[in-house]
Antibody
Framework: VQVVESGGDLVQPGGSLRLSCAAS????????MTWVRQAPGKGLEWVST????????YYADSVKGRFTISRDNSKNTLYLQMNSLGAEDTALYYC?????????????WGQGTLVTVSS | QSVLTQPPSVSGAPGQRVTISCTGS?????????VHWYQQLPGTAPKLLIY???HRPSGVPDRFSGSRSGTSASLAITGLQAEDEADYYC????????????FGGGTKLTVL
């Protein structure tokens, strides 16, 4: 079971970026997937979750209206489209696999991809 | 401010027992939602340590244990070892308008 993030970069304030997370070793469509971020020197912050089918999506208030989570079950890939980025979005973004139960834990994490918002 | 409250730091000598608390409210832990704990070693990604408040994933030593009571949960580490020095986060689900999946602010464990 493995998830690998990519797409992090240095972006100017107000810019956009799309993160990807490639999953392997499990039946991707059966599990909800989540993005969690960690600002430099700070704790973990839940960002967004998508159901296995992709029909249900959930967002933290801090990113609602700016970020869009999506998935392509044919490609075993999770995405996070980030628009109107600000300095407060600078963080290491982790992709995490959920379990069958909605309130279950995140049982597999990637190594993260770094997003830096700066001019 | 995190929805779940943890002490910023705890410490203990090798071989000792330490506990880390996680205090929530009636919309998360108190509502019966499971509590999960993660260990983040320096420079690495978080790793699931305890799920369902008290269950250990395969490979996690039985020195780590979890419990939940009312609106709080605790992580206990016995026989403290140098390699346990890490950040520890609790996590649960919140049914209020403030959010869904929530984390504690994290606790830095220092092995003296």
């Amino acid at each position: 079971v493995q998830v690998v993030e990519s797409g992090g970069d240095l972006v100017q304030p107000g810019g956009s970026l799309r993160l990807s997370c490639a999953a392997s070793g499990f039946i991707f469509m059966n599990y909800a997937m989540t993005w969690v971020r960690q600002a430099p020197g700070k704790g973990l912050e839940w960002v967004s979750t998508i159901s296995g089918s992709g029909l249900s999506t959930y967002y933290a208030d801090s990113v609602k209206g700016r970020f869009t989570i999506s998935r392509d079950n044919s490609k075993n890939t999770l995405y996070l489209q980030m628009n109107s980025l600000g300095a407060e979005d600078t963080a290491l973004y982790y992709c995490a696999k959920g379990t069958i139960v909605t309130t279950g834990p995140f049982d597999c994490w990637g190594q993260g991809t770094l997003v830096t918002v700066s001019s | 401010q995190s929805v779940l409250t943890q002490p910023p730091s705890v410490s203990g000598a090798p071989g000792q027992r330490v506990t880390i608390s996680c205090t929530g409210s009636s919309s998360n832990i108190g509502a019966g939602y499971d509590v999960h704990w993660y260990q983040q070693l320096p420079g690495t990604a978080p790793k699931l340590l305890i799920y369902g408040s008290s269950h250990r994933p395969s490979g996690v030593p039985d020195r780590f244990s979890g419990s939940r009571s009312g609106t709080s949960a605790s992580l206990a580490i016995t026989g403290l070892q140098a390699e346990d020095e890490a950040d520890y986060y609790c996590q649960s689900y919140d049914s209020s308008l403030s959010g869904y999946w929530v984390f504690g602010g994290g606790t830095k464990l220092t092995v003296l």
